[in-house]
C-alpha cells in the first residue's frame, strides 16, 4: 500500500513498479510508545535520566574510528566523506548481551569556524539506510545548513550496512489477485507464515528489536558519540516518526529538529490504511478533474462518469480477466495497481490515459506499455548488484519495524476477508487491494510493542513539520494532526505534489530557505506557513 515511502533520490533509477512493490510490502503503523518496548522514559523534560539504567561507558564513550567511505557504502563518495561504525545494544532492556553496529557516515560543515554541531539525517522506508544518502552527497541539507552543521547519515539497526537482516524467501507483498473466499485467504496466511517464520530463523535476535523505539534510543547513543548536547536531526517520511519516538523518550535533548513529511502516531495500522485508501481516490478524482479541464473525454466527459467508466470495469474484470501478452491475467487488483502507480504522479497521467483507453477497449498488453513507458521516463531498472541487495533488504526491513511498532493488524484468514470486504465498501477500486497489504503484520512472528499514541513531547524544544499540500504517501492532514498533538510546532506547507519537501530533488527556494533559517538559527516560521507551488 501507499504507505510512507522515502522520495526518489537524484540517483534513483527505479520504475514505478519497484515504487509500488516498495510500498505493497507492507503498510504503515504510525504508533507511539507503549508496551514492553517503552516501559519506562529516560529522561524527564530536563533532559535528566529517570527510571532506564545508564548505558555502561563502552557505548556512551566509544569513539568512531573515522575513514573514507568503501564502496560497500556508496560507489562513489563526495570529497571529504568518511564512514565508521557505533556499537549499540540489541536489548537495551540487557545492555550487556549481543550489540549491533551501526554504520554511519559523516561529511564535514563547510564553515568549520561556525560550524554548529551534527545534524542526523534519516529517510525513512522504514528500511532505508541514510548512511549512503549522505556519504554521496544524495541528501545534502539546504546550502546554509550544509555550511554550519557536520551531516551525518546513519544505517537503523537491522538495516543496510547495519547488521542487515535476512529474509530468505521474501516478505509477504500482498497477493496479486485478493483472496475472496476462506480457503483462498487461508493458502495466503500460509505462505506469508512460511516466509515470516524463516526471516525470523535467519536474522537472529536484532528482528525482535528493530522497533522505533529502539532506533530513537540509539539516535541518543549517536548524539552522544558525535559530542552534541542537543540532537538535530532531519527525518524524512517514517524518519518523522522515529524523530516524534526521541521526543518521547528524551524531550529534554532536543535540539532543532524537521520532520518532513510527517507520520501520524496518533492512527493504527488500519487507520492509516484506510487514510491511503482515501489518498489514492483522491488522486484518482484529481486526475479525472485535470482530464475534463483539459476537454479530453475518452474516459468520460464528467468526473462521475470517469470515475463510474472506471469502477464497471473493475467489476468486468474481476468476472472476466483480460489477458497479457504472456497470458497472465489483468483483473480488477491489476486495475488497482496500476491506477494507484499512475495517479499519484502527475507526470504518468498522460501515459496512464492511454493505457486506460487502450485496456476499455480491450487491449490486455495496455499496462505492459505503460510500465515500459513510465520505466524509460524515470531511468529504467538498471540497479548495480549493491542497489538491488539495498532494494531487497528494504522490501525485509519494512515489516520487521512497522509490525513491532503496531498491534492492529486483522490475524486471522477470515478477519481479512472481512477487513477487506469493509475496505472494498469505501472504495471499489482501491480498498480491497490496499487491505491485504497488512498480511505482513497479520502473519508476523514477533509480538508488537506499540500502539496508536499521540506525541506531546512537553518539555521538548520546538519543531518544525513540513509537507506538501499532496503528498500520496504521508498527507498534509497527518502534519496538521501532529501540529495540534505537539506543545511547541510550525508547519511548513509547501503547494505541490511530492514527498520530502525540503532539499528536495525538485528544489524550492521558499521552502529550504524556511528550513534552513530554523536548523541555522532557530527561527521558526508563523504557526502555519505556505510556500508556493
Same mark, same amino acid.
Given at each position: 500500500?501507499?504507505?510512507?515511502?522515502?522520495?526518489?533520490?537524484?540517483?534513483?533509477?527505479?520504475?514505478?513498479?519497484?515504487?509500488?512493490?516498495?510500498?505493497?510490502?507492507?503498510?504503515?503503523?504510525?504508533?507511539?510508545?507503549?508496551?514492553a518496548?517503552?516501559?519506562?522514559?529516560? #529522561?524527564?523534560?530536563?533532559?535528566?535520566?529517570?527510571?532506564v539504567?545508564?548505558?555502561?561507558?563502552?557505548?556512551?564513550?566509544?569513539?568512531?574510528?573515522?575513514?573514507?567511505?568503501?564502496?560497500?557504502?556508496t560507489?562513489?563518495?563526495?570529497?571529504?566523506?568518511?564512514?565508521?561504525?557505533v556499537?549499540?545494544?540489541?536489548?537495551?532492556?540487557?545492555?550487556?548481551?549481543?550489540?549491533?553496529?551501526?554504520?554511519?557516515?559523516?561529511?564535514?560543515?563547510?564553515? =568549520?569556524?561556525?560550524?554548529?554541531?551534527?545534524?542526523?539525517?534519516?529517510?525513512?522506508?522504514?528500511?532505508?539506510?541514510?548512511?549512503?544518502?549522505v556519504?554521496?552527497?544524495?541528501?545534502?541539507?539546504?546550502?546554509?545548513?550544509?555550511?554550519?552543521?557536520?551531516?551525518?547519515?546513519? #544505517?537503523?539497526?537491522?538495516?543496510?550496512?547495519?547488521?542487515?537482516?535476512?529474509?530468505?524467501?521474501?516478505?509477504?507483498?500482498?497477493?496479486?489477485?485478493?483472496?475472496r473466499?476462506?480457503?483462498?485467504?487461508?493458502?495466503?496466511?500460509s505462505?506469508?507464515?512460511?516466509?515470516?517464520?524463516?526471516?525470523?530463523?535467519?536474522?537472529?535476535?536484532?528482528?525482535?528489536?528493530?522497533? /522505533?523505539?529502539?532506533?530513537a534510543?540509539?539516535l541518543?547513543?549517536?548524539?552522544?558519540?558525535?559530542? #552534541?548536547?542537543?540532537?538535530?536531526?532531519?527525518?524524512?517520511?517514517?524518519?518523522?516518526?522515529?524523530?516524534? =519516538?526521541?521526543?518521547?523518550?528524551?524531550?529534554?535533548?532536543?535540539?532543532?529538529?524537521?520532520?518532513?513529511?510527517v507520520?501520524?502516531?496518533?492512527?493504527?495500522?488500519?487507520?492509516?490504511?484506510?487514510?491511503?485508501?482515501?489518498?489514492s481516490? #483522491?488522486?484518482?478524482?484529481?486526475?479525472?478533474?485535470?482530464?475534463?479541464?483539459?476537454?479530453?473525454?475518452?474516459?468520460?466527459a464528467?468526473?462521475?462518469?470517469?470515475l463510474?467508466?472506471l469502477?464497471?470495469?473493475?467489476?468486468?474484470?474481476?468476472?472476466?480477466?483480460?489477458?497479457?501478452?504472456?497470458?497472465?491475467?489483468?483483473?480488477?487488483?491489476?486495475l488497482s495497481?496500476?491506477?494507484?502507480?499512475g495517479?499519484?504522479?502527475?507526470?504518468?497521467?498522460?501515459?496512464?490515459t492511454?493505457?486506460?483507453?487502450?485496456?476499455?477497449?480491450?487491449?490486455?498488453t495496455?499496462?505492459?506499455?505503460?510500465?515500459?513507458?513510465?520505466?524509460?521516463?524515470?531511468?529504467?531498472?538498471?540497479?548495480?548488484?549493491?542497489?538491488?541487495q539495498?532494494?531487497?533488504?528494504?522490501?525485509?526491513?519494512?515489516?520487521?519495524?512497522?509490525?513491532?511498532?503496531?498491534?492492529?493488524?486483522?490475524?486471522?484468514?477470515?478477519?481479512?476477508?472481512?477487513?477487506?470486504?469493509?475496505?472494498?465498501?469505501?472504495?471499489?477500486l482501491?480498498?480491497?487491494y490496499?487491505?491485504? =497489504?497488512?498480511i505482513?503484520?497479520?502473519?508476523?512472528?514477533?509480538?508488537?510493542?506499540?500502539?496508536?499514541?499521540?506525541?506531546?513531547?512537553?518539555?521538548?524544544?520546538?519543531?518544525?513539520?513540513? /509537507?506538501?499540500?499532496?503528498?500520496?504517501?504521508?498527507?498534509?492532514?497527518?502534519?496538521?494532526?501532529?501540529?495540534?498533538?505537539?506543545?511547541?510546532?510550525?508547519l511548513?506547507?509547501?503547494?505541490? =505534489?511530492?514527498?520530502?519537501?525540503?532539499?528536495?530533488?525538485?528544489?524550492?527556494?521558499?521552502?529550504?530557505?524556511?528550513?534552513?533559517?530554523?536548523?541555522?538559527?532557530?527561527?521558526?516560521?508563523?504557526?502555519?506557513?505556505?510556500?508556493?507551488?
Amino acid at each position: 500500500m501507499s504507505i510512507p515511502r522515502r522520495p526518489r533520490s537524484k540517483s534513483s533509477s527505479k520504475s514505478l513498479t519497484a515504487g509500488v512493490l516498495a510500498a505493497t510490502t507492507l503498510v504503515v503503523t504510525v504508533c507511539g510508545v507503549s508496551g514492553a518496548a517503552a516501559a519506562s522514559r529516560p #529522561d524527564d523534560a530536563k533532559g535528566k535520566s529517570t527510571s532506564v539504567p545508564v548505558l555502561p561507558a563502552r557505548f556512551t564513550q566509544q569513539e568512531v574510528q573515522w575513514t573514507a567511505c568503501g564502496a560497500d557504502v556508496t560507489p562513489e563518495a563526495v570529497p571529504g566523506a568518511e564512514c565508521g561504525w557505533v556499537k549499540v545494544p540489541v536489548d537495551y532492556a540487557a545492555p550487556n548481551g549481543e550489540t549491533v553496529k551501526l554504520r554511519v557516515s559523516r561529511v564535514a560543515a563547510k564553515d =568549520q569556524g561556525r560550524r554548529l554541531g551534527s545534524l542526523l539525517f534519516n529517510p525513512g522506508g522504514p528500511g532505508a539506510g541514510g548512511a549512503a544518502d549522505v556519504a554521496s552527497g544524495n541528501w545534502q541539507a539546504g546550502g546554509q545548513a550544509r555550511a554550519r552543521y557536520d551531516l551525518v547519515g546513519f #544505517d537503523p539497526r537491522g538495516i543496510a550496512g547495519s547488521g542487515q537482516i535476512k529474509c530468505p524467501d521474501g516478505v509477504a507483498q500482498g497477493p496479486e489477485d485478493p483472496p475472496r473466499t476462506e480457503a483462498e485467504a487461508e493458502r495466503e496466511f500460509s505462505d506469508a507464515t512460511r516466509r515470516a517464520q524463516a526471516c525470523e530463523k535467519a536474522s537472529g535476535a536484532v528482528l525482535a528489536h528493530m522497533d /522505533s523505539v529502539s532506533v530513537a534510543r540509539d539516535l541518543d547513543v549517536l548524539r552522544t558519540v558525535l559530542g #552534541d548536547a542537543k540532537l538535530n536531526y532531519t527525518g524524512v517520511s517514517y524518519g518523522t516518526f522515529i524523530g516524534q =519516538q526521541y521526543m518521547k523518550l528524551f524531550p529534554g535533548r532536543v535540539g532543532r529538529m524537521v520532520l518532513d513529511g510527517v507520520v501520524n502516531p496518533d492512527a493504527d495500522i488500519q487507520q492509516v490504511t484506510r487514510l491511503d485508501v482515501k489518498t489514492s481516490d #483522491d488522486a484518482l478524482r484529481r486526475y479525472a478533474q485535470d482530464l475534463v479541464a483539459r476537454g479530453d473525454d475518452r474516459l468520460g466527459a464528467t468526473v462521475e462518469e470517469i470515475l463510474r467508466r472506471l469502477t464497471e470495469f473493475a467489476k468486468k474484470l474481476e468476472q472476466e480477466p483480460l489477458r497479457g501478452a504472456d497470458g497472465e491475467e489483468i483483473t480488477d487488483a491489476t486495475l488497482s495497481m496500476y491506477l494507484e502507480m499512475g495517479v499519484t504522479a502527475e507526470e504518468s497521467w498522460k501515459q496512464l490515459t492511454t493505457a486506460l483507453v487502450a485496456a476499455l477497449d480491450g487491449d490486455g498488453t495496455a499496462f505492459e506499455r505503460f510500465e515500459a513507458a513510465t520505466a524509460d521516463e524515470s531511468g529504467g531498472e538498471n540497479l548495480t548488484p549493491q542497489e538491488e541487495q539495498a532494494e531487497e533488504n528494504e522490501s525485509s526491513s519494512m515489516p520487521a519495524v512497522l509490525c513491532l511498532d503496531s498491534p492492529s493488524a486483522p490475524k486471522s484468514p477470515k478477519e481479512m476477508l472481512d477487513t477487506a470486504d469493509a475496505f472494498a465498501k469505501q472504495s471499489p477500486l482501491f480498498g480491497r487491494y490496499y487491505a491485504w =497489504q497488512m498480511i505482513d503484520c497479520a502473519t508476523w512472528p514477533v509480538a508488537p510493542t506499540g500502539g496508536a499514541d499521540p506525541v506531546k513531547a512537553s518539555g521538548a524544544a520546538p519543531v518544525l513539520l513540513v /509537507s506538501y499540500t499532496d503528498d500520496s504517501n504521508t498527507p498534509l492532514e497527518n502534519a496538521q494532526a501532529v501540529h495540534r498533538q505537539l506543545d511547541s510546532s510550525s508547519l511548513l506547507v509547501r503547494k505541490g =505534489q511530492g514527498h520530502g519537501a525540503y532539499a528536495a530533488e525538485d528544489p524550492s527556494t521558499c521552502t529550504d530557505r524556511a528550513v534552513d533559517r530554523y536548523l541555522v538559527g532557530g527561527k521558526l516560521p508563523d504557526n502555519t506557513a505556505n510556500c508556493p507551488r
